[in-house]
């Protein structure tokens, strides 16, 4: 399990609410992610999540909704593996990764950061992101605000998250 | 190091910000903590915190401030080692631990909750509480709202925060 590559320990319980996300596009070897949502209050908001090698979190936002809430802040760290963040920006010259073949209409954002165990990046609210791991997969903590999925806006509109 | 026993990866740069917290007590064996900031924004912060075994971080606790900030909400999660986290309430009966000899007027916060690895609880901001690490030390995920340390509340008059 990729958790206990990464040395994160997790309670029984914890392991059976690992949330496994195939964005309702039954593909999940190459787009989805598997999510641990550790706190998630009002306030603020704590996962682990994991990617297999190559697999794709597809493209997406956090907006602000009408209750005030003003999209998501979020700080992608990586604990284990290589992750390579692309944001809404200038793109990257000479990207490492691609997105998923077939689906690159619905990748737009083209900035790359590339993630290396012990390094992070913050994403202000509302920018479009999607991340892929590299060969040995990824494990990643997040922190940020309150995560409301329902309400993410995917590129791709064949995606549900539920 | 303790970060490496929880097999926490961090990067050169972060070593260096290490934050080594005596509390101006000049007592760092019995009672201090060791920070390390991931992140901290006016939304969100979390942190990697280090106890050497059986050193207790002192009872404070973090206050609504003027500008509308509602205190610090945080959810402590064990890592590596054992923590007894301490926050007010109803007494626990019989402790496992206990305040540090000759300093316990000081502390007040009685209802005692033991977090293991991958165990982890969450304060409602301003909850009055300390914490001290079992005999192998302790590595703690603090997830939390904004972190304004320079006005914590701290229950022993002699402690100073810088």
């Known amino acids: 399990m ?9 309670t029984e319980s914890e392991k059976q609410k690992i949330e496994v996300v195939d964005c309702a596009l039954d593909d999940f070897d190459r787009t989805g992610i598997c999510i641990l949502t550790y706190v998630n209050t009002d306030l603020c908001c704590a996962k682990e999540m994991v990617l297999m090698p190559g697999q794709t979190c597809p493209e997406h936002t956090h907006k602000p909704l009408d ?16 992750v390579y963040l692309h944001v809404a920006g200038e793109a990257t ?16 954002a083209a900035r790359e950061i590339v993630l290396n165990p012990g390094e992070q990046y913050t994403l202000v609210p509302d ?9 040995e997969g990824a494990v990643i903590s997040e922190f940020s605000t309150a995560s409301h999925d329902e309400y993410d806006i995917f590129t791709d509109p064949r ?4």
Not at 2 to 10: D, F, G, P, Q, T
């Open 2 to 10: 990729m958790y206990e590559k990464a040395h994160i320990v997790l």
């Open 67 to 82: 209750n005030g809430y003003m999209g998501k802040e979020e700080t992608f760290r990586c604990r284990y593996g290589k």
């Open 93 to 108: 010259p000479d990207p490492a990764v691609k997105a998923p073949a077939g689906d690159e209409a619905y990748y737009t």
């Open 127 to 135: 920018t479009l992101h999607w991340f892929q791991a590299g060969p």
């Open 159 to 162: 995606i549900k998250r539920v």
